[in-house]
């Protein structure tokens, strides 16, 4: 069982944070910080596009390298991305001045950026930032919630949870912050998750509960079917809730899975939710499929549809186009078995039985689809096998965010 | 070489058709037929959706169990798909009244439909337009045209071409016609396109001429990625240009399958350009690539990128998203060798060499790319492979003609 507490990446004991406004952006808060008091063990997920930002590329060996991490240090306003070597230097310079603000060590200190593709970062601006920031930490839930503004970007509101969970009778604490609302503004980019945690665990198995909880949560998220050069997810866990370091896939291990996928699920509704434009957040259930791929090919499919999507901005029970996005996906099925249902807050309607219409009501339909959240359940019977999927309705002011020119 | 001549689908000998109001929409030409003097051999190639419209599964098989066609009766309004057992009797039922009314074998009719998803056809407005059809049908470019005209659903204008062509001395003709312009409105569906030419060919080469040719062609058209449940391309070739029928890979099948090039190629780009709500034909060339398959990836991926497109509405040139949409495609590439520029009528710019901005005018790519065709020309510069694909821009128009209701 987990239970929500305030705090977001503070809410674990020995961690603080700050977001400042350093310059890059006009007006908006651009560069925050987040420090654990002792060293931390990482686990990192990050972008599979060809074309990898600076600091994706940074981080990714840095956890590699090293056995643990301390802090990390963000920009928004320019992504480093298509930056050259000039952009490698800039990642190291940046996790350099960093340390020295901290007094630690250089190698403990990750980087993140999103922004503007192309550009190189302001490197008198980002120390000026760092200065600030390292003053300024703090552990309480305003600390956290300020850094979650500084990384947003196109984001309409900072996103933020935390969880209390038990390992073994030790209270533990979850918490994580992101960013993300398209791949992003004209010609800028990126999904940024930060996620910290006091439980005690291994840095092998804090990799594999990280690598294995994406694929339901992050991978499932489509805004605009754009994936970012710098999508990144960053797990710190330092250990102070002081219980018996999980080691092994005991009860303990799953205890923290479970928190983490709470974390996870949470922050991914609120990605899709307020994607680029959007009125309403699209969660897609395939159910009973063969194969747990199958579910998740299905669910995508339907999920990334412009003609699904914009159907929902309708509020439209537009069913022949879900019965078509399931068609293309490149599963195979028998669409005579497919039953589908839209559920919302206003309630829940069976919109076609054993793949005809079952003559429900456009107006009870219209109505469901309405509301800011809704869920289609799709039951392909033939299997047991499910997935969920999360994304958004596409709107006029999708494109009149993404057509207005880069000034 | 091809010359290009009046005449759409009725430009091969033999040939007439018409397009006539049944009654099916309220008041556009809802019904059209082509018609041949005599049996044709014929080729068809359909959806690869898992959900396939009943037409689909009728128009595959008549091909595959029989030697000839001699006439394809359409209809626009409601696609018969979705519809199950009743759906498939219809399209018995449609074929035999063509045959009826003109004095043909059923077996030798083809059938279509376009339009509303999951509604049943109306047989006796189907029985009227056959019988008005037959009584009109037209071998000169009118009759063509009013065909073309009654296969359009969101389409903002007619699509047909025709070309001349010599095979062995002798003068060919190759005409067609098509309609597709998104999924298709609300709850519609489909790409539909015919064919007709009066070169001598054995079945066997015609379908694989259409086979090999559509992977260039129709395979490379994408508006919206969504791909419909009626898709289809029929292709009916009559011998009365009187050449030495092709029956082998020689110079005579390699002109006739320039000459089908060339119709499709045509009719591709008509239909990208007038997909639902663009203002632009957006091309994408990917040149030296190590596969064609990888140069096909590429090419849809950065023609079918929600924020490619949204660029092109914006006239913009955002080169990031290009680079990010080549990142994701799913082939491995070094994105330090890439070279990208923008041509159109307007000029052609490079933006973008070994992988970072060119420093180009902004004010002369965002000329290029106000024009009504913009091509994109990617160089990846690992091999001599190519490919082209075709889409549009993505604007507020495609977004208020899908989000409506279905009324």
């Given at each position: 069982?987990?239970?929500?507490?305030?705090?977001?990446?503070n809410?674990a004991?020995?961690?603080?944070?700050?977001?400042?406004?350093a310059?890059?952006?006009?007006?908006?808060?651009?560069?925050?910080?987040?420090?654990?008091?002792?060293?931390?063990?990482?686990?990192?997920?990050?972008?599979?596009?060809?074309?990898?930002?600076?600091?994706?590329?940074?981080?990714?060996?840095?956890?590699?390298?090293?056995?643990?991490?301390?802090?990390?240090?963000?920009?928004?306003?320019?992504?480093n991305?298509?930056?050259?070597?000039?952009?490698?230097?800039?990642?190291?310079?940046?996790?350099?001045?960093?340390?020295?603000?901290?007094d630690?060590?250089?190698t403990?200190?990750?980087?993140?950026?999103?922004?503007?593709?192309?550009?190189?970062?302001?490197?008198?601006?980002?120390?000026?930032?760092?200065?600030?920031?390292?003053?300024?930490l703090?552990?309480?839930?305003?600390?956290?919630?300020?850094?979650?503004?500084?990384?947003?970007?196109?984001?309409?509101?900072?996103?933020?949870?935390?969880?209390?969970?038990?390992?073994?009778?030790?209270?533990?604490?979850?918490?994580?912050?992101?960013?993300?609302?398209?791949?992003?503004?004209?010609?800028?980019?990126?999904?940024?998750?930060?996620?910290?945690?006091?439980?005690?665990?291994?840095?092998?198995?804090?990799?594999?509960?990280?690598?294995?909880?994406?694929?339901?949560?992050?991978?499932?998220?489509?805004?605009?079917?754009?994936?970012?050069?710098?999508?990144?997810?960053?797990?710190l866990?330092?250990?102070?809730?002081?219980?018996?370091?999980?080691?092994?896939?005991?009860?303990?291990?799953?205890?923290?899975?479970?928190?983490?996928?709470?974390?996870?699920?949470?922050?991914?509704?609120?990605?899709?939710?307020?994607?680029e434009?959007?009125?309403?957040?699209?969660?897609?259930?395939?159910?009973?499929?063969?194969?747990?791929?199958?579910?998740?090919?299905?669910?995508?499919?339907?999920?990334?549809?412009?003609?699904?999507?914009?159907?929902?901005?309708?509020?439209?029970?537009n069913?022949?186009?879900?019965?078509?996005?399931?068609?293309?996906?490149?599963?195979?099925?028998?669409?005579?078995?497919?039953?589908?249902?839209?559920?919302?807050?206003?309630?829940?309607?069976?919109?076609?039985?054993?793949?005809?219409?079952?003559?429900?009501?456009?107006?009870?339909?219209?109505?469901?689809?309405?509301?800011?959240a809704?869920?289609?359940i799709?039951?392909?019977?033939?299997?047991?096998?499910?997935?969920?999927a999360?994304?958004?309705?596409?709107?006029?002011?999708?494109?009149?965010?993404?057509?207005?020119?880069?000034?």
């Amino acid at each position: 069982m987990v239970y929500e507490i305030e705090g977001g990446v503070n809410a674990a004991v020995g961690f603080s944070s700050m977001g400042v406004h350093a310059g890059i952006k006009k007006a908006k808060r651009d560069m925050a910080m987040i420090f654990s008091r002792v060293p931390c063990v990482a686990a990192g997920t990050f972008t599979t596009n060809v074309v990898k930002a600076a600091p994706v590329i940074y981080d990714r060996d840095t956890i590699y390298e090293n056995d643990y991490a301390q802090a990390i240090v963000i920009n928004s306003g320019v992504a480093n991305a298509c930056t050259g070597e000039e952009g490698m230097k800039y990642c190291k310079d940046m996790a350099a001045a960093t340390a020295k603000a901290l007094d630690i060590k250089p190698t403990d200190v990750l980087v993140a950026s999103t922004g503007v593709i192309g550009q190189q970062l302001p490197m008198d601006k980002i120390q000026t930032g760092i200065d600030m920031l390292s003053f300024t930490l703090d552990s309480s839930e305003e600390g956290a919630h300020l850094a979650a503004e500084a990384i947003m970007t196109t984001d309409t509101m900072p996103k933020e949870i935390a969880y209390e969970f038990r390992v073994a009778g030790k209270q533990c604490r979850i918490g994580g912050m992101c960013k993300g609302s398209g791949m992003i503004h004209p010609n800028m980019c990126t999904m940024l998750s930060f996620i910290t945690t006091d439980v005690s665990i291994t840095k092998e198995l804090l990799y594999e509960a990280l690598s294995e909880n994406i694929k339901d949560t992050y991978n499932m998220v489509s805004v605009d079917g754009d994936t970012s050069t710098n999508d990144t997810v960053l797990l710190l866990a330092n250990g102070m809730a002081e219980n018996k370091t999980i080691d092994e896939k005991n009860d303990d291990y799953y205890a923290f899975v479970e928190a983490l996928n709470a974390v996870n699920t949470y922050l991914c509704k609120c990605i899709a939710g307020d994607g680029e434009g959007a009125t309403a957040l699209l969660e897609v259930k395939v159910n009973n499929t063969a194969t747990k791929d199958d579910a998740i090919t299905l669910a995508k499919s339907v999920c990334t549809s412009s003609l699904v999507k914009t159907a929902i901005c309708g509020h439209d029970a537009n069913w022949g186009r879900i019965m078509c996005a399931l068609g293309y996906a490149g599963v195979d099925f028998d669409p005579n078995l497919i039953d589908i249902s839209f559920h919302s807050k206003a309630g829940r309607i069976e919109i076609v039985h054993n793949g005809i219409s079952t003559g429900y009501s456009e107006e009870k339909a219209t109505e469901i689809l309405s509301e800011d959240a809704v869920t289609l359940i799709i039951d392909m019977k033939c299997g047991d096998a499910s997935a969920v999927a999360w994304g958004c309705d596409l709107t006029h002011d999708y494109i009149s965010i993404n057509a207005d020119y880069r000034s």
